[in-house]
């Protein structure tokens, strides 16, 4: 693998309880490079802590140590808030589950997709309105202008996710995070929208981070995968090699993956060693 993007060695991550602290990451190590990297787990196992690590949008109650956590070479333990606003508008990217809860209802779509020019660039309207309809584009909406003008509340779910990841990817990122970005969208839509984060993020030359608990679609459009039992690393292995896991955990999940009649519902957790 050429140079990672994104390489953390030995996180840990903890919150406080009445009983001391409690750890749900302990001792994650993982790189990405120009390619798709998928964490899955069974809920709880966290998936979503580390993403959110890389991200610097922990909960604030939360401690965070690492042997190394960088992004390009850049130590993210020691950014400032104003240096991860820069490096999330720049940098990193991140897609959340269900765009109704990312865009602002009040303002109009290329207004929200627009936002991170405005506030990291210097960018002219009209060339912040140029990109932002070239990305609209980008992700396969066919009306770019129309989609440009309206509110959220006129797009359909694949639309907006479609909406939200050219918000996410119009500052150039060179590292997507995308947590169960597919969740809240019908069979269909899941497997268009991953086709498309995957097909963009070769064309780009990105890496994306694919958080999710789909066996099934992580083995369709993840590189290699990496498997995350509480807080913990069970296995990596190329996304291909999943069928033939030599972890019990990996092959208790992957039995276990959504079929055409599970689909939608959360993996089970598994008791015990
Ligand atoms: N603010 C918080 N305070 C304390 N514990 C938390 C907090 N947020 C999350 N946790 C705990 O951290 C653990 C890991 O959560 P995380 O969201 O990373 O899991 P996950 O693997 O992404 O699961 P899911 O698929 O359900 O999202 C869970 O046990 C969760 O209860």
Redesign the pocket.
């Known amino acids: 693998m050429a140079e990672p993007l994104l390489t953390i060695n030995d996180l840990r991550?903890s919150?406080?309880?009445p009983n001391g602290r409690?750890g749900?990451?302990n001792g994650v190590s993982l790189e990405v490079g120009r390619e798709v990297v998928a964490?899955v787990?069974?809920?709880?196992?966290?998936?979503?802590?580390?993403?959110?690590a890389a991200m610097g949008l922990?909960?604030s109650?939360?401690s965070i140590e690492a042997k190394q956590f960088t992004f390009e070479g850049r130590d993210l333990t020691r950014l400032s808030g104003t240096q991860w606003n820069a490096l999330r508008g720049q940098g990193i990217s991140l897609i959340l589950q269900d765009p109704k809860y990312s865009l602002n209802p009040a303002h109009r779509v290329g207004r929200q997709v627009e936002e991170t020019l405005l506030l990291h660039t210097r960018l002219s309207a009209k060339e912040r309105r140029q990109r932002a309809l070239e990305m609209l584009s980008k992700v396969g909406l066919a009306d770019p202008e129309r989609v440009y003008q309206s509110y959220p509340a006129a797009l359909s779910g694949g639309m907006g996710q479609r909406v939200m990841i050219a918000a996410m990817l119009i500052n150039n990122p060179r590292l997507l995070i995308a947590?169960?970005p597919t969740s809240a969208l019908d069979r269909g839509l899941q497997d268009q929208i991953l086709a498309l984060l995957r097909s963009l993020t070769a064309d780009l030359g990105m890496g994306l981070l694919l958080?999710s608990?789909d066996l099934q679609q992580v083995h369709r459009y993840a590189d290699r995968v990496l498997v995350?039992r509480q807080?913990a690393l069970v296995e990596e292995l190329a996304s291909a090699d999943l069928a033939n896991a030599s972890s019990p955990y990996t092959r208790a999940l992957w039995a276990a993956r959504p079929s055409a009649a599970t689909y939608g519902t959360?993996?089970p957790v598994f008791e015990g060693e």
């Open positions: 991550i919150f406080p309880s409690i749900v990451v964490l787990g069974e809920s709880g196992s966290g998936k979503s802590m580390t993403g959110r922990l909960p109650t939360a947590d169960e958080i608990h995350m807080g959360r993996l």
